[in-house]
């Protein structure tokens, strides 16, 4: 439970310390969703229930899908604008 702890902290502060970065932006929320994962497992496997496994695979797929949803605006961005910083 403290490596999920650890993974979701460096998330965190990953998206508060790159807050200018899109791309880092969209890691830092991968590493929370991965956290996040770990844990349901962990709890999983503890408590001897399938369901948690089950639910974890759901978090990985919601997951994959958010960073391409992330991924296209980010594309979209940068055909708008002509880079990807944040800074106007």
């Known amino acids: 439970m403290n490596f999920s702890l650890l993974f979701f ?10 807050r200018k970065n899109i ?3 969209i890691i830092s929320i991968e590493i ?6 770990f844990l ?7 408590f001897n ?3 948690g496994q089950l639910f974890s695979v759901y978090v990985i797929s919601i997951a994959g899908a958010e960073s391409v949803i992330g991924l296209t605006i980010l594309v979209a961005y940068y055909r708008l604008r ?3 910083s944040l800074r106007t």
Not at 40 to 46: D, Q
């Open 9 to 18: 902290i460096t998330g965190i502060l990953g998206f508060v310390l790159n």
């Open 23 to 25: 791309i880092l932006m």
């Open 32 to 37: 929370m969703l991965l956290a996040l994962t």
């Open 40 to 46: 349901i497992l962990f709890s999983s496997y503890n």
């Open 49 to 51: 229930d399938n369901t």
């Open 82 to 84: 002509g880079n990807i």
